[in-house]
């Protein structure tokens, strides 16, 4: 889904940078720099992409805090984090699943106050409830089906970027 919408971006020429991240625990909250704004999407970023690997847990608020803090000095007209997730946020010292939820939405009304909208990209099938309590009901898409990507992302950039 990212190399997909990187693509397009990087045909249309617009800044963007591509961040992973997992987590073990509140103390250890991995964030990898897999292409920054000022790097083009080259054969060693669609490498790096290639060679992320799902692993450990999802602390989304963490990693939307430190995103903001990346793209808030950009100097665009148009501030976005777009996250592509398949999964509901978790991690091993955490036992109440509604915590990290509500974490993740308290850091998306933090990053609108600094001017950053947040938009996400759900690739699972039962993410709607927790997604419209993260990001707002019209502030995610849900895609059900790994083969409708190519054609629903180029459409969700363009429908971000009017």
């Known amino acids: 889904a990212t190399a997909l919408l990187a693509q397009a971006m990087s ?7 591509i961040h992973a991240f997992c987590s073990k625990g509140r ?10 704004f000022g790097e083009n999407y080259s054969s060693l970023t669609r490498a790096k ?13 963490a990693a939307l805090r430190q995103a903001g803090q990346e793209i808030i000095g950009q100097a665009t007209h ?18 109440d699943r509604k915590y990290l939820v509500e974490d993740a ?3 998306v009304h933090e ?4 001017g950053i909208d947040v938009f996400c ?9 927790y997604l419209s309590r993260i ?28």
């Open 11 to 17: 045909g249309l020429g617009d800044p963007f940078a």
């Open 27 to 36: 103390e250890e909250v991995r964030y990898y720099r897999v292409k920054d």
């Open 49 to 61: 992409l290639a060679g992320l690997r799902g692993m450990l847990s999802t602390r989304l608020g």
């Open 78 to 95: 148009r501030k976005l984090v777009l996250v592509i997730t398949d999964g509901e946020p978790s991690d091993i010292d955490v036992a």
């Open 105 to 107: 939405r308290k850091a």
């Open 111 to 114: 990053l609108a106050h600094m």
């Open 121 to 129: 990209v759900g690739l699972d099938n039962g993410g709607e409830s």
């Open 135 to 162: 990001f707002g009901v019209r502030s995610y898409l849900m895609i059900n089906r790994l083969e409708a990507l190519p054609q629903k992302l180029p459409m969700l950039y363009f429908r971000l970027t009017v």
